[in-house]
């Protein structure tokens, strides 16, 4: 069943048992973002419409977050809209991924998939994270290694939720970030893709 036939978490559930709870599970991080990064967050949240796509909001608030943080993380990959399959049940193509990286062409092109991100189509948080939960098990499985955390998104650019599935308990953090908390969210994606990193090798 494609990622995106998954509406609810506990549609999730019913299909794979797991353990879910919610706590503050990312630590209180801030990290300072360039000045023509925040021009560019600036230019796009004053010009922005409401008839704007959600592609605007992918393009414009989640893709330059993650590329940004992408560079102080060299050991690891960021794939957009690249399928993902590990059986009949569990594939489709999450909006983003991060992987560990390649230095050279193989048969298994995505290695060691650490981190989903999900966009929030028209604010549903709830079909989000149903996404998103079953793309973090396709991780899980594809790595096989339950030792292995596999981290997951749900964001609409503006706003930004993070989860993880360790084994078998998925963890929601308690708290969610706006765009005006930028450098927040900057330091939490930080924390994440350096926890990632660790897993890479």
Same mark, same amino acid.
């Given at each position: 069943?494609? +990622? *995106?036939?998954?509406?609810?978490? /506990?549609?999730?559930?019913? $299909?794979?048992?797991?353990?879910? !709870?919610?706590? &503050? ?10 000045? %023509? ?11 922005? *419409? ?7 909001? $992918?393009?414009? +608030? ?7 943080? %992408?560079? $102080? ?5 960021? %794939? ?8 009949? @049940? ?17 048969? &298994? ?12 189509? &028209? ?5 989000? %994270? #149903? @996404?998103?939960?079953?793309? =973090?098990?396709?991780?899980? !499985? ?16 503006? =706003?930004?939720?993070? #989860? !993880?599935?360790?084994? /078998?308990?998925?963890? $929601? ?14 330091? =939490? ?8 990193? &660790? @897993?890479?090798?």
């Amino acid at each position: 069943m494609a +990622f *995106s036939k998954f509406k609810h978490i /506990n549609q999730v559930l019913k $299909r794979y048992p797991l353990k879910v !709870k919610q706590e &503050k599970f990312l630590p209180e991080v801030s990290l300072d973002l360039p000045e %023509w990064f925040m021009d560019n967050l600036k230019f796009s949240l004053d010009h922005q *419409s409401p008839y704007q796509s959600e592609m605007f909001f $992918r393009e414009s +608030f989640i893709f330059p977050f993650l590329q940004l943080v %992408w560079k $102080r993380h060299p050991k690891l990959e960021l %794939w957009s809209n690249q399928a993902i399959t590990y059986d009949d @049940q569990l594939f489709g193509e999450p909006d983003y991924l991060i992987s560990a990286w390649r230095d050279e062409i193989v048969e &298994k092109l995505i290695s060691r998939p650490l981190l989903a991100v999900t966009a929030a189509k &028209k604010q549903d948080f709830e079909t989000g %994270w #149903g @996404q998103c939960l079953a793309e =973090l098990i396709a991780c899980q !499985k594809i790595n096989q290694d339950d030792n292995l955390t596999v981290y997951g998104i749900v964001s609409t650019g503006i =706003l930004w939720e993070f #989860g !993880k599935l360790s084994g /078998n308990l998925f963890t $929601r953090h308690s708290f969610s970030y706006t765009m005006t908390e930028a450098q927040k969210i900057f330091g =939490l994606l930080d924390y994440i893709f350096s926890e990632c990193e &660790k @897993q890479a090798s």
